[in-house]
């Protein structure tokens, strides 16, 4: 039986990948070591791997793929999966910083996570860039474990509004041929020099010294996670193991509200803050600004249109967390009125209503991902939370809004910034 060379890729390794992923994975070794064979295409579909995606370019900004199981090296595991060598993406990742035609840097991460080795590194390469130019990591729509461990790396993190984040935590298995191989007729007997030097191996029972030894293991690499992840989320060790999901996955706007990333968006919104940002805005050794920080005042900012078609209305987005204020105060009075009747969805729903928009909408404000709504908006959200609607307005002047007397039918005004994209986007539809 060809096991152990085989069996050795997988068990008593410490992975950061999600659990599923290593069971399915643990599956696959013990399926070949039985002695069958599976094709390309049904390990593919085994382990849902996903078609490859090439380093691509918008405008100045590089889009550098992160997908599938990772691993130190490709392999043929990791190619099958269309998975990614964590070596291979640092020097896509170090020439994207070193080219000066490349102004800002988006990873595009969908992976399950993988093998801890060569995480770390990456990870510290990617810190290390911090203040060259802006970098945006992107879960589009999974970045657990080891991707995530990476994720946390960038300036910043969007997640996509189905996307996941999380998994921080670190696994190894050991597997027990003993009884099968005996059941089989086969004895095998290890000759070795070295006290340790067969523990843990696969054809007699795990000793609980190996086991203490394998724990330890994984315990140092979970340490370095923890670490790793705290310093770029500009948290605590101790807020990312008692929070953080605790080793599990969460969706978009949990992710938000944890500080787990900064914002839900779209590949497209990556991309634009990735290049909507100048240099001048990020300190020397890290350009994170955690969740809630007042925005430089020297970054741009740009406009965009809802992509949205529900809302008919051009929304104002600053370069970073430019709407934060305002969404922590909504985000606050929410959490304040949530009941057994009443959950946080029902409220976001009912604040859409009144506001008239989505309430995909209503979450991006939340997040903080647009600044200065109109002020018809944020009546409608005052009046759900029934609180006074300048409890809202300044906080949102806060943001750097400026909210105004209307005119004379006796509107309020919107605000300066909305006002000034509604021209410009008159101005681009009459020529």
């Not at 290390?128 to 946390?152: C, E, H, L, Q």
């Not at 290890?190 to 843990?200: E, F, M, N, R, T």
């Not at 300190?283 to 005042?297: L, N, R, W």
């Not at 029934?386 to 806060?398: H, N, S």
């Amino acid at each position: 039986m060809k096991y152990e060379h085989v069996v050795n890729a997988v068990y008593n390794q410490p992975w950061a990948v999600l659990p599923s992923m290593y069971s399915t994975l643990l599956d696959l070794i013990a399926f070949r070591a039985a002695g069958n064979v599976l094709t390309e295409e049904e390990i593919q579909e085994r382990i849902g791997a996903v078609a490859p995606r090439g380093q691509s370019r918008s405008g100045a900004v590089a889009v550098l793929p992160l997908g599938g199981v990772m691993s130190q090296r490709m392999n043929m595991m990791s190619a099958m999966s269309g998975g990614t060598s964590t070596e291979l993406f640092g020097k896509m990742f170090n020439d994207a910083v070193n080219d000066p035609a490349i102004s800002g840097i988006v990873m595009d991460i969908d992976s399950p996570g993988g093998s801890v080795f060569g995480v770390q590194e990456l990870a510290q390469t990617i810190m290390d860039a911090r203040g060259t130019k802006p970098i945006i990591a992107f879960a589009n729509s999974m970045a657990a474990s080891a991707a995530f461990w990476v994720a946390a790396a960038a300036d910043e993190i969007v997640v996509t509004p189905g996307g996941q984040v999380g998994s921080i935590g670190v696994l190894t298995a050991h597997s027990d041929l003993s009884v099968a191989l005996e059941a089989a007729g086969e004895k095998i007997t290890l000759i070795s020099a070295g006290k340790k030097k067969v523990d843990a191996n696969p054809i007699e029972p795990l000793s609980p010294e190996a086991k203490v030894d394998l724990q330890a293991t994984v315990d140092t690499y979970y340490a370095s996670f923890v670490g790793a992840v705290a310093r770029g989320r500009g948290v605590t060790p101790s807020a990312v193991r008692d929070g953080f999901g605790q080793g599990g996955m969460v969706g978009a706007v949990e992710a938000v509200k944890e500080k787990m990333a900064d914002r839900i968006g779209t590949l497209e919104t990556a991309i634009s803050r990735a290049a909507g940002r100048g240099r001048e805005g990020f300190a020397a050794t890290s350009g994170f600004h955690q969740v809630g920080e007042t925005t430089p005042k020297d970054w741009e900012t740009t406009t965009s249109r809802s992509t949205d078609g529900t809302d008919g209305i051009t929304w104002v987005q600053c370069s970073i967390n430019a709407g934060q204020n305002l969404g922590r105060v909504l985000n606050d009075l929410i959490d304040e009125r949530v009941t057994d009747n009443r959950s946080r969805e029902d409220i976001i729903e009912e604040m859409a209503e009144a506001a008239g928009i989505s309430p995909s909408t209503v979450r991006q404000i939340l997040s903080g991902d647009i600044n200065c709504p109109p002020i018809d908006r944020l009546e409608g959200f005052a009046r759900v939370l029934r609180v006074p609607v300048k409890r809202l307005t300044d906080a949102a002047e806060e943001d750097g809004c400026d909210y105004s007397e209307g005119d004379s039918d006796g509107q309020e005004g919107r605000n300066d910034l909305d006002l000034r994209a509604r021209r410009l986007e008159l101005q681009e539809l009459v020529g």
